[in-house]
């Protein structure tokens, strides 16, 4: 249980990987949907509050209904807006806000917001592991050292095993997140496909000793996931500028760490110089079965990666014909999955 050992006592301890270092994620079981009501509860709510009829201008929020008036009951509201129209001109617009679509769009701010401060989160804490590791420069200390330690018998750090109970419990609460908390969309089985898959492959990853690999492949992963988010919650709240500067982010980030770092660096060394480094006699049985297992789930994420920038590439050119400006993204409960929120579920 290095871990529970030694992890809060030293970060820098090293100890073999073990089934019972999980015993620490029924802590984030209660962590997560605690910080997420918090920030739900008093900060991301107030960021969407607005009136369901307001007459919207240059002057502010003003309706019938600031003044205890029903509007559709009003004899003088056609008059009204005779009058406003002649008073005002086009610069003075009444627009009806339906309730239910912006509970809706609220609820999906919420969520993008708490994603952001998760991957932002997981980013930070993912440098902070690896940023000083001889294997963050050079993948070859993936499979060997420190010491005479050599790929699969190599011992973990603690603050690299709490890594790993970290994202290994968000995806866990994110399956019953989707099921009880989240917003039903149409993708909802592709969803909980990706965040089933994803909670195992972290937990064999864990187990059978590429977390090294698997530490490096999250922290490139999550910064594209960073300004995706905030390219959906500035599109929610109107901030096209924004929107379409995070996405310009989210495609370059995509291009440079999941189609050229990604398949030159770190599937060369999953495919190559491990075994240049593997004790074939030693680990005839469990070193061609570890190596298989991962590398094929490995590459089956490069696969994912052309699909979704073919969809995403296909959404970039929409941008430029629409001179700059992204063009609305977010999934109804009914519609298909479009380019970006399908890599959203990546």
């Known amino acids: 249980m290095g871990i529970v050992e030694g992890s809060f006592l030293d970060w820098e301890h090293e100890s073999y990987p073990s089934y019972e270092d999980f015993i620490v994620l029924p802590l984030f079981a209660v962590f997560f949907p605690t910080v997420r009501f918090l920030l739900d509860r008093f900060v991301f709510e107030h960021q969407h509050r607005s009136h369901p009829w307001a007459v919207i201008s240059r002057w502010g929020f003003v309706s019938f209904a600031d003044f ?119 993708d909802f089985g592709v969803s909980m496909s990706h965040h089933v898959a994803t909670a195992i492959l972290i937990a064999l990853s864990y187990i059978i000793r590429f977390a090294r690999v698997g530490s490096v492949v999250l922290a490139l992963h999550d910064v594209s996931d960073i300004f995706l988010e905030i390219g959906k919650m500035s599109k929610y709240s109107g901030a096209e500028a924004i929107a379409s500067s995070s996405f310009i982010l ?51 994420l490069m696969v994912l990666h052309i699909y979704w920038w073919v969809l995403i590439y296909r959404m970039l050119v929409k941008q430029i014909q629409a001179r700059g400006q992204l063009s609305e993204d977010v999934r109804s409960e009914r519609e298909q999955p479009n380019a970006l929120k399908q890599y959203a579920r990546n």
Request: proline content about 3%; some cysteine.
């Open 68 to 186: 205890g008036v029903d509007e559709s009951k009003c004899q003088l509201y056609d008059l009204y807006k005779v009058a406003r129209r002649l008073i005002f001109g086009k610069g003075l617009e009444v627009i009806k806000i339906e309730t239910d679509d912006r509970r809706k769009k609220i609820r999906k701010f919420k969520e993008s917001a708490w994603k952001c401060i998760y991957f932002l989160s997981a980013e930070v804490f993912a440098l902070l592991v690896t940023y000083n590791e001889p294997w963050f420069a050079d993948t070859k200390y993936f499979w060997v050292g420190p010491g005479d330690q050599v790929w699969p018998d190599q011992k973990y750090k603690s603050k690299l095993k709490a890594l790993y109970m970290y994202a290994s419990g968000f995806y866990a609460y994110s399956i019953f997140a989707l099921i009880f908390w989240e917003t039903r969309r149409s």
């Open 250 to 300: 989210f495609v370059l980030s995509w291009i440079i760490l999941r189609l050229i770092y990604y398949p030159f660096w770190i599937l060369w060394s999953t495919s190559y110089e491990v075994l240049q480094t593997l004790d074939k006699e030693k680990h005839k049985v469990d070193g061609p079965i570890y190596y298989y297992i991962f590398n094929s789930l490995l590459f089956c």
